[in-house]
DNA sequence: CGAACTTTTGACAAGCATCAACACGTGTGG
DNA sequence: CCACACGTGTTGATGCTTGTCAAAAGTTCG
């Protein structure tokens, strides 16, 4: 019993990082059945056409939601880590319009969609959290959309590191200076609309002008403002991140 | 009392699209009290950083959502038509994070948001149906980001076009092949992630390949499959922008 | 240890931006 | 009524950013 509900935790953490909840709301959440499943880099949480009966949570590890054109190229919609609730969006609509895949080694659970819907009509704080970590997830898709649309090669690099730190420290998962770094240069391309090769020399820019180092696996941030400077880092986004509250 | 009502008809309707009122809930919806202002072109409708405390709907005319960086260039988030609330996403967060701004001549509302909140907490139809239409507005952001993403200059644009008369038809503004053109070749970039310079060459393609043709004011579109064709238009993007509804 | 993937680097090509000039339409004031 | 300014559309010349192709070196994992 105890055991079941640990993976939950995280979940109602990020949850009252939106909207206090009471004990009830929280054992309610705790309560949900969980049927875990785990992923190796590549595969495949949620298909595209998919009709969706379950809500996706990621355990640990890092997923990416994810849209192609016809032939060649995919474009990685939002990056998602460990709490995150993946495909809440796809909630109420019949299929699944994107793919979710992981990007590491992923644990995740899955929810029948219906207990989800349930609980948000029953607890109206559960609602508000759910409404505003969807509000939170459009903030960031908004920012990605003007990274890729308006920013330089260099700046969509920086800007996405700065924001793969932030959210990393929100989640508890990275203290100081020294980050997971989730995925491959192809990956990290697909993020901000370039290809592997460009991001390579993007990445060696900002190494030899010694704001960051990688080792493997882990990026260091070694100039916290000069990388934020480089990205343009709205400071309003910052904020958006970790702190879209009831108001 | 009744003509205070008419202009939130189309309001009525496009909840409609995502799940059935009962007679009470629509006269709740048009009981809302209205505020209403003109803008010129350019004007603003909400500014980045105002803080939060109405909810603006277009009544008539064309808005878009933007951000945008430090110096230069700004991105178009999304497009809005008569009947989009646009900036319920504000609703619970304190300062807007984007600007709304007129592209044509612009009628719009301004709504209370606490009197939204109210009745989507009173009338879980209603609140359904803004979460499904804030679902279908999400959609339309990854198609976006996608489009800005991955695609040439040459699709970008078709694929635009194409959603534009998409939208149109479902909010009954156009009939036919004929489309209104609500933005300058500067906007047109600017929802693309390209230049005014750029647009205009992609055009000529468009015009030279008798796929659209130009005139003031208008776009009329000369082959329908053909220009979908270009666009790489996903055939699931129709269906999401007109039918995501409660299931 | 070897196979498969990822990173790194170079040479070259293509797409798009930038700058600039002019055409066209519209509204405004003299 | 014309002249003018201003915004928008059109087109050309040029250069930078990024993509493409290719090859070799490093890395991971069975």
Known sequence: MEALNLPLVPVVKKLQLRSPLNSEEIDAVLALPLRSVRFDP??????????????????????SRDRNTGYKSRQILSIHLRGDLVDLHNNSVDQADYDVQALTHVTAAYIPRRLIYNLSETYPAIRRALWLDTLADMSISREWLLNVGRRSG?????HLICELVLRQEAADISAGPVYDWPMTQEQFGDATGLTSVHINRMLKILRDEELISCAKGRVTVLDWVGLRNKAELAKTYALSLNSVRFA
Chains 1, 2 share one sequence.
């Open 154 to 158: 260099i700046e969509r690099v920086a």
């Open 42 to 63: 590549g595969g495949y949480l949620v298909r595209q056409g998919d009709t969706v009966e379950n809500c996706c949570l990621i355990l640990s590890g890092y997923a």
